[in-house]
T-cell receptor, first 116, second 113 residues
């Protein structure tokens, strides 16, 4: 089965530093997502991306966050100035196209971000 | 607003026994409902989903779930647990097809030999 790939699997950074989390969605997929899960809490939707622009974003996705599809294969999440509370597992996901409910959402294995 | 409640952060069953993981939701519109599984050190994998039509949904690995509108529930079951079913299971709801999913807190399934 095709896979969504996320790198790195673990990222440690100092508070205030910028981080970029990388994702390679499945090659023929058109819709891309970031979710996060703070330890012990629920998975939370961050943002969805289609046709080179954000289609939906949550309240969590403030000005510190940005997403980009720089080269047609990667899908990145940038946190401009990390805070302690940004420590979480970040999941990238993608799906193909068509009526969304009939499409399967594929998740990557996540990047564990630790902000010190 | 939508929300999802999963009863029990941990559920322990014996190998071969029935698995029942509970999920209740609230939604102001007919929901799309999902169960995802996360095995250790892996990503989230779709087990099954309900969108429209038949309320009993069959998924992978022998799991199934039944959408009961009157009870606002979407409980996950499997007749006979296997050791390989040990994982964390997440119920999620979406108001539409855009996958802005609202997630439950997850239930860790423990299988006793």
């Amino acid at each position: 089965e095709p896979e969504v790939t996320q790198t790195p699997s673990h990222q440690v950074t100092q508070m205030g530093q910028e981080v970029i989390l990388r994702c390679v969605p499945i090659s023929n997929h058109l819709y891309f997502y970031w979710y996060r899960q703070i330890l012990g809490q629920k998975v939370e939707f961050l943002v969805s991306f289609y046709n080179n622009e954000i289609s939906e974003k949550s309240e969590i996705f403030d000005d510190q966050f940005s997403v980009e599809r720089p080269d047609g294969s990667n899908f990145t999440l940038k946190i401009r100035s990390t805070k302690l509370e940004d420590s979480a597992m970040y999941f990238c996901a993608s799906r193909r196209q068509g009526t969304g409910a009939n499409e399967k959402l594929f998740f990557g294995s996540g990047t564990q971000l630790s902000v010190l | 607003a939508q929300s999802v409640t999963q009863l029990g952060s941990h559920v322990s069953v014996s190998e071969g026994a029935l698995v029942l993981l509970r999920c209740n939701y609230s939604s102001s519109v007919p929901p799309y409902l999902f169960w995802y599984v996360q095995y250790p050190n892996q990503g989230l994998q779709l087990l099954l989903k309900y969108t429209t039509g038949a309320t009993l949904v069959k998924g992978i690995n022998g799991f199934e779930a039944e959408f009961k509108k009157s009870e606002t529930s979407f409980h996950l079951t499997k007749p006979s647990a296997h050791m390989s079913d040990a994982a964390e299971y997440f119920c999620a709801v979406s108001a539409d097809s855009n996958y802005q999913l609202i997630w439950g807190a997850g239930t860790k399934l423990i299988i006793k030999p």
